[in-house]
T-cell receptor, first 113, second 113 residues
């Protein structure tokens, strides 16, 4: 039973399109995150989110927006996709905001052509 | 800016021997350090952590050492097993970052049977 799941696993799309990646956690955690791992293997935080607070990494373009329909889900919407958005995106969750132990999903490999 | 560095992209070790993975960081304000392990097609999983008030933390075959003056930490795995073959990421965090993680680029460990 997967604790943190993401769909789709692979996503290939053209520049300019709008796409979403879904994330669900069944751990009962209060906080969820989105990370981006680029071609150089840097894994960087994009967003931290709980039901009270959204923390955005200032380097993230506003074309990226997290949307949380409920505590167990944090979806990532990306508008006007660019070539540089190609990366692996990981969702994660933790019991509370700022908890050091985070549980990661398997990742979504996004390729923008 | 790369605040956490893992300068060895790969490491091969014979089964039963010790694996030593290294990590350097630049910001002396980091006060908590973690190691994550990642298998292909899976998300990173938490392995072991250490607070800056300690210089060693041990959990079974895994030991993390922290040298604050050198801004260096290392993960020792002994004895190494083939199932340890994975990519190991170190990460650093601090209260001033909102407890967000800064990850290194990972070291791919191969344990040869």
């Amino acid at each position: 039973d997967t604790a943190v799941s993401q769909t789709p696993k692979y996503l290939v799309t053209q520049m300019g399109n709008d796409k979403s990646i879904k994330c669900e956690q069944n751990l009962g955690h209060d906080t969820m995150y989105w990370y981006k791992q680029d071609s150089k293997k840097f894994l960087k935080i994009m967003f931290s989110y709980n039901n009270k607070e959204l923390i955005i990494n200032e380097t993230v373009p506003n074309r990226f927006s997290p949307k949380s329909p409920d505590k167990a889900h944090l979806n990532l919407h990306i508008n006007s996709l660019e070539l540089g958005d190609s990366a692996v995106y990981f969702c994660a969750s933790s019991q509370v905001l700022g908890s050091y132990e985070q549980y990661f999903g398997p990742g979504t490999r996004l390729t923008v052509t | 800016d790369q605040q956490v560095k893992q300068n060895s992209p790969s490491l091969s070790v014979q089964e039963g021997r010790i694996s030593i993975l290294n990590c350097d960081y630049t910001n002396s304000m980091f006060d908590y350090f973690l190691w994550y392990k990642k298998y292909p097609a899976e998300g990173p999983t938490f392995l072991i952590s250490i607070s800056s008030i300690k210089d060693k933390n041990e959990d079974g075959r895994f030991t993390v050492f922290l040298n604050k003056s050198a801004k260096h930490l290392s993960l020792h795995i002994v004895p190494s097993q083939p199932g340890d073959s994975a990519v190991y990421f170190c990460a650093a965090s601090a209260a001033w970052t909102g407890n967000q993680f800064y990850f290194g680029t990972g070291t791919s460990l191969t344990v040869i049977p």
